[in-house]
């Protein structure tokens, strides 16, 4: 199918799929996550359909698009505000278990990361562990059919909302500490595993902590082998990195900013769209994210030839979310006072009563604040800059 | 020219810094923000027996004849310690207000309560859709019967919620939308008839309310200054408000300084404290120059004001543009820094950065001092 016709027949899904409350949690995400409920009803939706994860092998449910089908599908999705899938499973999980999981463990696993019936959330960072993931301290030690979990992952993000998490535990201490970590598979309901909200600066989603204390797992959850979660969690963070569309979140992004420059003033009664010190800011920001969504769209033309992008996966999360930044900092100076006034209600998708002050305005300040930590998770700007000076240019 | 403090105003820094380090922890300030009023009543009685409410207006007026330098001075401390505490709109603004501008009544009426720390005033300028320019004023004031009847709306009311009285400006000729010309500043009180408000918290900790009149009436008696000329009234004001507000932000960075030199000292990563690794070194070192380069503008900006100097006005954006730059810059990399623990609101840093976010866009933003340091 030729990619316009393609894009014709999203957009007639996109119209008659996505209800207005749905919608509206997307036209109200104030970062990477959407509200759970609306994200889960989305789901179930494109679950239906047979949409729900097109970057899966048909085999497992996929969709069997090509690379450029799967981008236009993202990009319609976003520009017509369909929230953001819930997508630990379906992007993470997933595709590490159809490389290194048991035959048992895809059968088990994977149709309920399709349904939506299985939400899983990622135990990586710990307290002591952040940059340097590879001295986590979880322990697993084995105990006949089983390993004993104890310790604590931190900034799980909607493990209130999840019924699994895959963790990365320690079951040696010998050798490099990369060479002692474990990848396991564990039940949110399992008896010592409690969780704790983090408050963040108004984020409306949460991040949480989770606490083990001998937490029982049956050893056949481990996933690959013991001692080699490492290359497992390696090529995991690979597909965080490579497998998310940074250009596509700042057109959203860039429409906003459109529409609060087309309808707020600057100074001496001139809209925000025609001052000229904004236009030219603007267009700055803009022309880098316009080199960002060619860099992206080399990385899948080198991916479909069967070529390793692998350099360039750094260089566009640590530009994507800069990109980000900068646009959220363009988008405050135009509603300026008007962003301070702090409504968390009119944030949920039920919302029904009045906004104050004007709507456009309404995710400014909590976008600007949320977005901060693009830059710290999933590898910092400061450890990807590193990754692109050893790798890539062989300091 | 050196800039120098003298013995009182060394005195009133140390003082000021040493109260709030021993009565103002972030646990209580956090505990404030959490409650339905905007700021602890008891904080605010125990400033205005310090004398601090007095600080800067003049003796005639109760006051101890303070200048820019004196609400520097405080408000540097109020941002170290993140204070909640209504001095930029009750002091700053609205008794700045009617110290210039207030009849002999009205002073009277006000402006010791003011002090005293019994009554609290708001500024309520700002318009919708184009908060940036105070000169967007659209709300009419009628002649009506001697007075004047008031209608339109104001957004963004800072400390509105706890207001008793409310400083309004309107237009009170049929002047172009964008003049200086014709505006006017009104005293109502906020039982006047016809007045309504919606509260609610601003992101920074603060309270605001939207503001409407719906014909309220006022008598000639509650104009601030001459009819029509509330801008070129209102303009020094503005200009210590700036002072204030970059005095409140040289002293959230040096907050958020010092933290982040300590967090990067104690965390350990790869086997060595963060602030072994020459790139966040160099990170913070650039910290350190915008926060210097800030605190000079500020203190020169001050000292100009105070001294009626013909480069103040020119100063004051100059330093407002820069504290955008700085503040920025610094809170942004205080967050980054830190990592995760940065963005969590049981952590004060975050509460700096909200608070810098807030400040940046107040009173005009970068761009807009940019283009007027141009022009002056």
Known sequence: MKDSSFRGEVQAFLRESLTPEIKRAGELMTSVFSDFDAGLAWHKILYKKGWVAPDWPLEYGGTGWSLSQRYIFQEECKLANAPALFALGLQMLGPMLMQCGTEAQKQQYLPKILSGEDAWCQGYSEPGAGSDLASLMTAAVREGDDYIINGSKIWTSYAQHSNRIFCLVRTSKEGKPQAGISFILIDMDTEGLTVEPIVGLDAPHGHMHIHFVDVRVPAANLVGEENQGWQVAKSLLEFERGGHNYAIDHKKQMAKIRRQANSQYSANRVLWKDNPVFSAKFADVAVDALALEFTELRVKGAFEAGENAGPLSSLTKVMGTEIGQRFNELSLEIMAEHAFVKQLDALTPSFEGEVIGPACGLTTMPEYINNRSATIYGGTAEIQRDIIAKRVLLL | ???????????????????????????????????????????????????????????????????????????????????????????????????????????????????????????????????????????????????????????????????????????????????????????????????????????????????????????????????????????????????????????????????????????????????????????????YMEIELTRSLLMATAWKLDNSAPDAAQCVSALKAKMGKAGRFVSHNAIQLHGGIGTTDEFNVGHYFKRLAAISVMFGSRDSHLSRYNQL
């Open chain 2, 1 to 287: 020219m050196f800039i120098e403090y003298s013995e009182e105003q060394t005195m009133l820094r140390d003082s000021a810094e040493k109260y709030l380090r021993d009565n103002y922890s972030f646990e209580n300030r956090q505990a404030t923000v959490k409650e339905s009023a905007g700021f602890n009543a008891d904080q605010w009685q125990t400033f205005a027996d310090l004398g601090w409410l007095a600080m800067t207006f003049q003796e005639d007026a109760g006051g101890f004849g303070g200048g820019a330098l004196e609400t520097m001075i405080l408000c540097e401390q109020f941002g170290k310690y993140l204070v909640l505490e209504p001095y930029l709109e009750s002091v700053v603004l609205v008794g700045g207000l009617i110290e210039v501008g207030g009849q002999t009544a009205i002073r009277e009426q006000y402006l010791s309560g003011l002090i005293a720390g019994q009554l609290q005033g708001a500024l309520a300028y700002l318009e919708e859709g184009s908060v940036g320019d105070p000169l967007q004023v659209q709300m009419r004031a009628e002649s009506s019967a001697g007075g004047f009847l008031l209608s339109g709306k104001k957004t963004v009311v800072l400390n509105g919620p706890e207001a008793d009285f409310f400083l309004v400006t309107a237009r009170t000729e049929a002047t172009d939308q964008s003049s200086g010309q014709g505006i006017s500043l009104f005293v109502l009180d906020k039982n006047a008839i016809g007045l309504s408000r919606k509260n609610y918290k601003t992101y920074d900790g603060r309270s605001a309310c939207e503001l409407e009149l719906n014909n309220v009436s006022v008598g000639p008696d509650a104009v601030l200054g001459e009819v029509g000329d509330a801008y070129e009234l209102a303009l020094p004001v503005f200009h210590r408000a700036v002072v204030a507000v970059c005095a409140e932000a040289v002293g959230a960075m040096d907050a958020l300084m010092a933290a982040t030199v300590d967090y990067t000292k104690q965390r350990k990563q790869f086997g060595q404290p963060l602030s072994s690794f020459q790139v966040l070194r160099h990170r913070m070192a650039d910290m």
